[in-house]
T-cell receptor
Framework: GAGVSQTPSNKVTEKGKYVELRCDPI?????LYWYRQSLGQGPEFLIY????????DSGLPNDRFFAVRPEGSVSTLKIQRTERGDSAVYLC?????????????FGNGTRLTVT | AQKVTQAQTEISVVEKEDVTLDCVYE???????LFWYKQPPSGELVFLIR??????QNEISGRYSWNFQKSTSSFNFTITASQVVDSAVYFC????????????FGTGTSLTVIP
């Protein structure tokens, strides 16, 4: 079946602009996660959705970052007033239940470059 | 403090050599899970294995084996008779009962298998 799909695969934007990154999880997966991976680092947690609600957004670095999942499926990560330090690969993952023993299924990521 | 430490940043081996990737974790929970993921050059993180804190049996899957030792808080990964296709970045990750939805990743070990 289809895996986690992320669009766009690459996004170049100018400092100060607004960007939206989209994630389409595996069908039927109730849990959705956003992670950020900087060069040479492991993925860092940003936010976790269980259904439509953000169950844990403690990883969002500041209020420029926001994410939604209005119908409990597709999610959009939104970044306002982008800064060069936001440049990274943004990874989306989903899991069937969100339980701690449920492996995350990752998409290919969106590489964001802020110039 | 880093919850998952992968001290080896880069490893190079010649094809057919065995290689062990180290992972040390830190947690106060008695219930937790450990994972290994592979990230090939294409970028998508691929789940390899999961281990729960109550099961210290070593596991073998083909050329892959995992050694879980609670006494040393380690969950090491060995590839036997390495192949060029094993070249990738490997991440160890931890999920805990008390912070369930935040999977903590190490910084990764980049493995290069030289033909």
């Amino acid at each position: 079946g289809a895996g986690v799909s992320q669009t766009p695969s690459n996004k170049v934007t100018e400092k100060g602009k607004y960007v939206e990154l989209r994630c389409d999880p595996i069908s039927g997966h109730t849990a959705l996660y956003w992670y950020r991976q900087s060069l040479g680092q492991g993925p860092e947690f940003l936010i976790y959705f269980q259904g439509t609600g953000a169950a844990d957004d403690s990883g969002l670095p500041n209020d420029r970052f926001f994410a939604v999942r209005p119908e409990g499926s597709v999610s959009t990560l939104k970044i306002q007033r982008t800064e060069r330090g936001d440049s990274a690969v943004y990874l989306c993952a989903s899991s069937p239940t969100g339980s701690i023993n449920s492996p995350l299924h990752f998409g290919n990521g969106t590489r964001l470059t802020v110039t | 403090a880093q919850k998952v430490t992968q001290a080896q940043t880069e490893i190079s081996v010649v094809e057919k050599e065995d290689v062990t990737l180290d992972c040390v974790y830190e947690t106060r929970d008695t219930t937790y899970y450990l994972f290994w993921y592979k990230q090939p050059p294409s970028g998508e993180l691929v789940f390899l294995i999961r281990r729960n804190s109550f099961d210290e049996q070593n596991e073998i899957s083909g050329r892959y084996s995992w050694n879980f030792q609670k006494s040393t808080s380690s969950f090491n990964f060995t590839i036997t008779a390495s192949q060029v296709v094993d070249s990738a970045v490997y991440f160890c990750a931890l999920s805990e009962e008390n912070t369930g939805n935040q999977f903590y990743f190490g910084t990764g070990t980049s493995l290069t298998v030289i033909p």
